[in-house]
């Protein structure tokens, strides 16, 4: 009797998987709408007079024979040589990445560890940083930067991203390893292992998922970063998210807006299958983060 009074009536089931569904399909629209489009020249797919032939690709048809086109990928990928842009971006997040993580899994365990009254300053300090606009940050580097000549190269943009990054790395970390029982330290040094030796034998391999799931935010911040890029790189040291505004500041010439929608794809489909294929770990890492272990 108790089972059945607690299920959810039958219409309000319905009507919650209905809403679910719809905001599903309203949040996926516009990915699938810039995919679809990606394969359409720019008289189709930003046609004034008949939003069809973005579906049914009319001149797509008359220019290429077929109502699909990998004109805009060719252009972006090969003409403007945005596979550039793409090496550039994966140096980047691959530094910003180790670095961050690097510094911030040290620093994080360190200050979970301390009984010190200055630890919580240092993370108050740290968490005015994080909550800084970016923009702000940058303005700061730009005069030495250019005195000393390092503009536009992308070791300094790297450091600039750690720097902006690593405070939240750090709140993420001590986070996980706060949850984690200062017992497991103390056996393992009973055990005969030093304070290091405890750290990388017996703490990271259980909040490895905390590490995962920072990593991945890291990635994110540095992947998708613009106002710091566009300000620190010069023109031939781009990634990918500057790259592509620069392709929607030459709409006037024509067919480098569909070089735009098609960089907007190659840079977003490798996200997706990069939160699809970690899904489990950033969970786990999410729910680690949460409860008390």
Known sequence: MAGNAQKMPVGLRVATSGFVIFWLILAAFPFIWTFWGSFKVELDFFSLTNWTNALTGERTQAAHGSPFTGAGYRGSWIQEEFWRNVINTLIV????????????????????????RYTFWLLITALIFRAMPPITL????????????????????????????????????????????????????????????????????VMWPGVI????FSFLLAYNDFAVTSMLLSASNRTMVPEIAAYLGTTYTEGNVMFAVSAVVSASVPLFLLVMFFQRQIVSGLTAGAVKG
């Open 93 to 116: 997040c691959f530094f910003v990445v180790c670095t961050s993580l690097t510094i911030g899994t040290l620093g994080g365990y360190a200050l979970s560890r301390s009984s010190h």
């Open 213 to 216: 799931t920072t990593g991945l």
């Open 138 to 205: 940058v303005s700061g580097y730009l005069l030495p930067f250019f005195e000393w000549n390092i503009w536009g190269i992308l070791p300094t943009t790297i450091i600039v991203l750690v720097a902006i990054n690593q405070p939240f790395t750090l709140w993420m970390l001590h986070s996980f390893f706060q949850n984690i029982p200062k017992e497991l330290d103390e056996s393992a040094k009973v055990d005969g292992c030093t304070q290091f030796q405890a750290f990388r034998f017996v703490i990271v391999p």
